[in-house]
């Protein structure tokens, strides 16, 4: 294919690269919240401290500083509360990255991704995509939700007192690429209480 006609590549990442949202000490990621929101987390805490098995039952809180609002979602309702961007999982874009890990160049990783699904399904899957990266997704993809589920599942398991994901979402204001991304925390409310005789952290 002559390089001076052939159009645009498809993406091969996700944009620019995600952080995955700091672990904090629970004292720390408790000053984002007020003292009512506190008293809130603690109740479904609690039940997680007790809970027999891993479930999607299992709590998410969600705090929207902009709106100084604070939910409790399951985790099974939080990708449909929140939804992750899946644009870049397309398999348009994950057989072009598949292509060029081979090694092969970006026009013969595109012209065997037209072949299999077609150029007007890959053209469609890359505008998503691109839509996506300019509208800001505030680092809110797939794969992070994933990784969140993933790293709570192991947490449940090997920590003590478990502790609960806080989700602070971005502020309003900049819905560009360049935007700030929704923060991950972890925090266990009722194990830095200061009667407590010994002083927990969830980091």
């Known amino acids: 294919m002559d390089p001076r006609t052939r159009p645009p590549e498809l993406p091969i990442g996700h944009g620019r690269r995600l ?3 700091r672990t904090a000490r629970s004292a720390d990621a408790l000053t984002l919240l007020t003292p009512r929101q506190r008293r809130e987390v603690e109740a479904p805490w609690r039940a997680l401290q007790q809970a027999h098995e891993w479930s999607d ?10 709106w100084l609002r604070l939910s409790v979602l399951s985790l099974g309702s939080l990708a449909t509360q929140l939804p992750p961007d899946t644009s870049g999982e ?5 057989r072009y990255r598949e292509h060029r890990a081979a090694g092969l160049e970006g026009w013969q990783a595109q012209q065997l991704c037209w072949e299999e ?4 399904a890959c053209h469609e899957a890359q505008s998503r995509f691109w839509l996506a990266q300019e509208g800001g997704n505030r680092g809110w993809t797939l794969e992070r939700y994933l990784g969140l589920r993933a790293d709570y599942r192991r947490r449940w398991h090997e920590q003590r007192p478990r502790p609960v994901p806080l989700l602070v979402l971005a502020r309003e204001g900049r819905a560009q690429a360049d935007g700030p991304e929704h923060q991950l925390l ?4 009722g194990a830095d209480e200061p009667e407590r005789p010994m002083r927990h952290t969830c980091a």
């Open 19 to 21: 952080t995955r949202g």
């Open 57 to 66: 039952s299992a709590p998410v809180v969600v705090l929207d500083r902009c």
């Open 90 to 94: 397309a398999p348009e874009l994950a």
């Open 117 to 120: 699904f077609g150029a007007e």
């Open 186 to 189: 972890w925090l266990c409310p």
